[in-house]
């Protein structure tokens, strides 16, 4: 469902709208949950990527996606990767 809805706004709406990469957060902490690890990371790869650009990284949304790449990337037994995004963690 999620994939069909980012489909939609992505064929619709300007690149990096707040909206689609909301949707791109969401899908992407689904896909953690069971294993899909290369497809999370490439969905969440890319919310970071726009929402960094168009909310900043203080953005609540932004630390969402950043906490859940941190959450992947141990998940994934990939510790450099974590500690990338970790370095962003805001207090």
């Known amino acids: 469902m999620f994939r069909e809805a ?3 706004t992505t064929r619709w709406s300007p690149p ?3 909206f689609g990469l ?3 957060r969401c899908l992407g ?4 949950t069971p294993k ?4 999370a990371e490439s969905v969440l790869t890319a919310a970071f990527d726009g929402l960094r650009e168009t909310a ?4 609540g949304t932004t630390q969402d996606v ?10 994934w037994s990939k510790p450099d990767e974590a500690e990338k ?3 962003m963690v805001r207090s």
């Open 85 to 87: 995004y970790r370095a």
């Open 6 to 8: 980012l489909g939609i």
């Open 56 to 59: 900043g990284l203080d953005d």
């Open 22 to 24: 909301k949707l791109q």
């Open 36 to 39: 899909k690890f290369k497809v």
């Open 66 to 75: 950043i906490q859940t790449l941190v959450g992947l990337y141990e998940s």
């Open 29 to 32: 902490k689904c896909l953690v």
């Open 16 to 18: 990096n709208i707040r």
